[in-house]
């Protein structure tokens, strides 16, 4: 049996990855942060009890900061597979931890890679790195590809940046079978509340519940690629499987902006939008309600704001991939559409929004928890 361990298994691709591997009949193990409040919930469903027979879901507590855990789990498990996904993922949180960032997201890959090699696995480990779209930053030339010179813009993506150079280097240096998933924005149901996609159709589904009044967002003419994080885990392993290690690009080549995946998500939930005024002054107002799934909103209300707190120090405003390596190679052709994407986040966040919104009626329930309302930071 193929034994992998996946670094973020708590994490939307972690769960995803996990999922599919399991099915593919790996012995799955997982790194997990000891953290003060449950973080298992996309994992729960896949759970398996260790006193179960033969159990093939196993989690290790570890920190990709902490060198003694990684080798500690590698020297167990012996896995054939590593992926490395677990990082501190968010673009504008780099800003405002930007060491800790770095440690984690570039030193916990080199932490990783040596203690693969210093526990002699270089011959029987194969590795992935989660590189990304942001490598490429200030873009240089359109569409992306793997020849495309990469310019990092935020710490994020310079700690990234080191990832996947010292993933090269080990593949070059001691011929470990080392790639890099230059992979581009995907979503889901499971994407982190913070993010731009899941902020808004969860910020949506609350406003259409009576839930909260206004969505506050930062720069919403940035253009993304945007593809489903199923599609994608399955690219992760396949790059694993090939007779020679390579760094491919994952993306769908089509490019939306913030404000259509709005507009999208309004649309998914009945409303139609009209963008008015200008700059920080630009809003959404309701111009027609269609149906009844947003019961708490009527025309002429203003659902979205721009607050400049949301705003980057520094932005990547375009990115748009160019997969052909990885479709003629690989045989990659993404499932879902970006629009197909947003209207399953929606009825996910429909659905929650609307038990949150019986509960409160009921008096069952404080309403929704605050971060659950967007009133956190660095949305
Ligand atoms: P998430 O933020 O959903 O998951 C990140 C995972 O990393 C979580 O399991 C988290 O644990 C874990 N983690 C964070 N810090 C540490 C640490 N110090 N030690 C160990 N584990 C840690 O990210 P995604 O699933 O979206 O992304 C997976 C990987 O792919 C990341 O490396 C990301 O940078 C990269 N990537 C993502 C893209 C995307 O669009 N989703 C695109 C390109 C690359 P916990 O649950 O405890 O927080
Ligand atoms: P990104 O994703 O930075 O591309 O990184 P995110 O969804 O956070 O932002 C996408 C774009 O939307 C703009 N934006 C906002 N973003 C957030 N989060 N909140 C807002 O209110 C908001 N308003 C506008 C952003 O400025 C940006 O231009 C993601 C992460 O998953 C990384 O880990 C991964 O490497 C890259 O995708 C590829």
Known sequence: MQRALITGITGQDGSYLAEFLLEQGYEVHGLKRRTSQFNTQRIDHIYQDPHETNPRLHLHYGD???????????????????YNLGAQSHVAVSFEAPEYTADVDALGTLRLLEAIRFLG?????????????????????????????????????????????????????????????????????RRGETFVTRKITRGLANIAQGLEDCLYMGNIDALRDWGHARD??????????QDIPQDYVIATGQQHRVR?????????LGL???FEGEGLEECAVVAEV?????PAVKPGDVIVRIDPR????????????????????????????????????????????????????????????????????HQ
């Open 64 to 82: 990709l900061t902490d060198t003694s855990s990684l080798t500690r789990i590698l020297c167990e498990v012996e896995p054939d597979e590593v």
């Open 121 to 189: 696995l270089e011959r029987k480990t194969r590795f992935y790195q989660a590189s990304t779209s942001e490598l490429y930053g200030l873009v240089r030339e359109t569409p992306q590809s793997e020849s495309t010179p990469f310019y990092p813009r935020s710490p994020y993506a310079v700690a990234k940046l080191y990832s996947y150079w010292i993933t090269v280097n080990y593949r070059e240096a001691y011929g470990l079978y080392a790639c890099n998933g230059i992979l581009f924005n995907h979503e889901s149901p």
């Open 232 to 241: 994608y885990v399955r690219m992760q392993w396949l790059m694993v499987q």
């Open 260 to 268: 259509d995946f709005i507009r999208w998500a309004a649309q998914d």
């Open 272 to 274: 139609i939008l009209s």
């Open 290 to 294: 269609i149906d009844e799934r947003a």
């Open 310 to 377: 949301y705003f980057r120090p520094a932005e990547v405003e375009t990115l748009l991939g160019d997969p052909s390596k990885a479709k003629r190679e690989l045989g990659w052709a993404p499932e879902m559409t970006a629009r197909e994407m947003c209207t399953e986040m929606v009825e996910e966040d429909l659905r929650i929004a609307r038990r949150h919104a019986l509960l409160k009626a009921h008096g069952l329930e404080t309403p929704v928890p605050m971060e659950d309302l967007g009133h956190v930071p």
